[in-house]
T-cell receptor, first 115, second 115 residues
């Protein structure tokens, strides 16, 4: 069964600094990978997704993520963090089997942005 | 509506009581999902509907949990004989199709507290 590990429970960065949130997955085949963001009082919103092709994917709000098969990782990055990026971030993996809906989420990383 | 709507946003109940949580998905979305998010954890899959039928209910923890979607739109998650361990945020998501290649659109969740 697939699983997702987000090693960092909480990260604090200064506004304007770069950000990298780690995600490692376990899956027997090439997975579908996602990053979602959950802001206070809002539902989860998709930032970006990887299915195939270019291993560096661009998302909304200036985020990007890189799929590294050899490391089973899908880390999320942003070159310059804004105060509005403070939120909870979830990495998720979905099986590449048609109509299988068992998407697994990591435990999340809470991002705090210092002024 | 414009997004996924969940009611109530907050529910406090006593142990042993019956609870219903409602989800109104985005109009036209055929797939509907229920997830449960416990404190400090990522969303955990409960059940998935494609149209009116439950295509996958493997995530329901026990027979106290049941969900319906009688007309292929609104869904209700029903919890009988609630226990303190049922306290969590229950998330609903919808998708235009039933495959994991698509984005899930989440509601803000219903926070259930069992005293």
């Amino acid at each position: 069964a697939q699983s997702v590990t987000q090693p960092d429970i909480h990260i604090t960065v200064s506004e304007g600094a770069s950000l990298e949130l780690r995600c490692n997955y376990s899956y027997g085949a090439t997975p579908y990978l996602f990053w979602y963001v959950q802001s206070p009082g809002q539902g989860l919103q998709l930032l970006l997704k990887y299915f195939s092709g270019d291993t560096l994917v661009q998302g909304i709000k200036g985020f990007e993520a890189e799929f590294k098969r050899s490391q089973s990782s899908f880390n999320l990055r942003k070159p310059s963090v804004h105060w509005s990026d403070a939120a909870e971030y979830f990495c998720a993996v979905g099986p590449s089997t048609y109509n299988n809906n068992d998407m697994r989420f990591g435990a999340g990383t809470r991002l705090t942005v210092k002024p | 509506g414009a997004g996924v709507s969940q009611t109530p946003s907050n529910k406090v109940t006593e142990k042993g009581k019956y609870v219903e949580l409602r989800c109104d998905p985005i109009s036209g979305h055929t797939a509907l999902y229920w997830y449960r998010q416990s404190l400090g954890q990522g969303p955990e899959f409960l059940i998935y509907f494609q149209g009116t039928g439950a295509a996958d209910d493997s995530g329901l923890p026990n027979d106290r949990f049941f969900a319906v979607r009688p007309e292929g739109s609104v869904s209700t998650l029903k919890i009988q004989r609630t226990e303190r361990g049922d306290s969590a945020v229950y998330l609903c998501a919808s998708s235009p199709t039933g495959t994991t290649t698509g984005e899930l659109f989440f509601g803000e969740g219903s926070r259930l507290t069992v005293l």
